[in-house]
């Protein structure tokens, strides 16, 4: 694997690492020739004239020379630790899933990496309460990234000045229930995966909202000493009911878990999702409506992989309250202060171990219309 990683990073960088071969067997002859230019030249010119400016004007064109091979720097690390600059890219999904789920062996870091939330928004199309989220993020640049997995066909467009500005990644058909959901939360992890710094990896859909300022769901996130992947094993026919035995032996029913999609993921169970090649393969063929993959696939394939990095609940709040096959959605008459007191009281979890009332970090689903008296509640009520 790792003579194909320098192939890869060789035929990108060809030119460059060309110039940088010539730049280094140059340069010790490059100095002294220079060296010894200038130091007849200085000599010729106090000799022959004390003229100041004369002298400056041949220093000035001397140094001038240096300066494009001192900005060539070398090949280093920065190639390595540097985000994509441009987050559209041709990639299959089997050549990104590959890239994505390189990893360094090594403990620590060579350089300081301050980590950072990924954002990623599973849409159909458009974003419209984009305008909550640029206030929530407003400030605190170099702590998250954002991701946003359209349908297909959309392309969004936002001003420079947006925080969601060229944060379309390539993108396929998602269908709810479908295996092709999951492929589109795991290509989201992936494209977010290329970025190091990227630490908690969170899906959010286009009818979710923050529920606490940045700094409170950062620290949360980043003291938690679990992921928030909902995970729940259910006795009854829309839980181990819809277990297939051909996924026996990797998939045993004693591990069948059930939960939410939204999840949130540190790096580790970021990458156990897209090295999987041995519980998607059963999964994709198994498991097929009335079985729904994106309610299965994840939380059945960490419990077997890593069960003690779960905290078997989601920090994204939703309402089944009402009944039926969809969650409820909540539009503008629905934001009260009383609706959050709601959301905030009456709700216990555990925390790295203890009782808390603070278990939901997001909620969904809100409509369109939720837009602006979310915008007038947010300062006081959710804390942004
Ligand atoms: C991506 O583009 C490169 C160069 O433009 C091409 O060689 C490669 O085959 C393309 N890959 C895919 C998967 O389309
Ligand atoms: C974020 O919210 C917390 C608790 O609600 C508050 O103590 C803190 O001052 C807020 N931070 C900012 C930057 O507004
Ligand atoms: C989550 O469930 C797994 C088993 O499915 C268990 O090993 C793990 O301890 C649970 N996590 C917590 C925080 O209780
Ligand atoms: C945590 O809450 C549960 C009820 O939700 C209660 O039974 C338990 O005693 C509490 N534990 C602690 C340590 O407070």
């Keep these: 694997m790792q003579s194909m990683v320098v192939q890869l990073e060789e035929g990108k960088?060809?030119?460059?690492?060309?110039?940088?071969?010539?730049?280094?067997?140059?340069?010790?002859?490059?100095?002294?020739?220079?060296?010894?230019?200038?130091?007849?030249?200085?000599?010729?010119?106090?000799?022959?004239?004390?003229?100041?400016?004369?002298?400056q004007s041949v220093v000035t064109t001397v140094t001038s020379s240096f300066v494009p091979r001192r900005e060539e720097e070398p090949d280093g690390l920065s190639k390595w630790i540097q985000p994509p600059g441009v987050l559209m890219h041709?990639?299959?999904?089997?050549?990104?899933?590959?890239?994505?789920?390189?990893?360094?062996?090594?403990?620590?870091?060579?350089?300081?990496?301050v980590p950072k939330i990924a954002f990623m928004f599973l849409t159909r199309g458009p974003l419209p309460l984009a305008s909550l989220w640029e206030r929530f993020l407003k400030g605190h640049k170099g702590l998250y990234s954002v991701y946003i997995h359209p349908h297909p066909s959309y392309t969004a467009k936002f001003p420079a000045d947006s925080v969601f500005y060229q944060r379309q990644i390539p993108s396929q058909l998602a269908q709810w229930g479908r295996m092709n959901m999951c492929e589109a939360e795991r290509r989201l992890l992936a494209n977010a995966l290329l970025d190091i710094s990227n630490e908690w990896f969170v899906l959010v859909s286009e009818s979710c909202i923050?529920?606490?300022?940045?700094?409170?769901?950062?620290?949360?996130?980043?003291?938690?000493?679990?992921?928030?992947?909902?995970?729940f094993d259910d006795n009854g026919p829309?839980?181990?009911?819809?277990?297939?035995e051909n996924m026996e032996p990797e998939?045993?029913?004693?591990k069948w878990r059930k939960g939410s999609q939204w999840f949130e993921v540190d790096r580790d169970l970021a990458v156990t999702i897209v090295k999987?090649?041995?519980?998607?393969?059963?999964?994709?063929?198994?498991?097929?409506?009335?079985?729904?993959?994106?309610?299965?696939?994840?939380?059945?394939?960490?419990?077997?992989?890593?069960?003690?990095?779960?905290?078997?609940r989601s920090v994204t709040w939703v309402d089944w309250s009402r009944g039926g096959s969809h969650p409820a959605t909540f539009g503008g008459s629905d934001i009260t202060e009383n609706f959050f007191q709601k959301i905030f009281d009456g709700i216990h979890c555990t925390y790295n171990g203890r009782n808390?009332?603070?278990?939901?970090?997001?909620?969904?689903?809100?409509?369109?219309s939720a837009l602006e008296p979310l915008l007038h509640i947010s300062p006081k009520i959710l804390g942004f």
Aim: proline share 7%.
């Design 13 to 55: 960088d060809n030119g460059i690492s060309v110039r940088t071969e010539q730049y280094k067997s140059f340069r010790p002859q490059l100095l002294l020739v220079l060296g010894l230019f200038l130091a007849g030249v200085v000599t010729i010119f106090i000799i022959s004239t004390n003229k100041y400016t004369g002298l």
């Design 90 to 113: 041709n990639m299959s999904d089997e050549e990104l899933l590959w890239r994505a789920s390189f990893w360094p062996r090594r403990k620590g870091y060579p350089f300081k990496r």
């Design 210 to 231: 923050p529920l606490f300022n940045f700094t409170t769901i950062y620290t949360y996130l980043s003291q938690s000493k679990h992921s928030f992947m909902d995970a």
């Design 238 to 244: 829309f839980g181990r009911g819809r277990y297939n």
């Design 251 to 254: 998939v045993p029913i004693a």
């Design 276 to 312: 999987d090649t041995l519980y998607y393969p059963k999964f994709r063929e198994f498991c097929r409506p009335a079985c729904y993959s994106d309610e299965h696939y994840f939380p059945t394939m960490l419990t077997i992989e890593k069960p003690m990095a779960l905290a078997n």
């Design 356 to 368: 808390t009332s603070m278990c939901y970090l997001f909620a969904r689903k809100f409509a369109p």
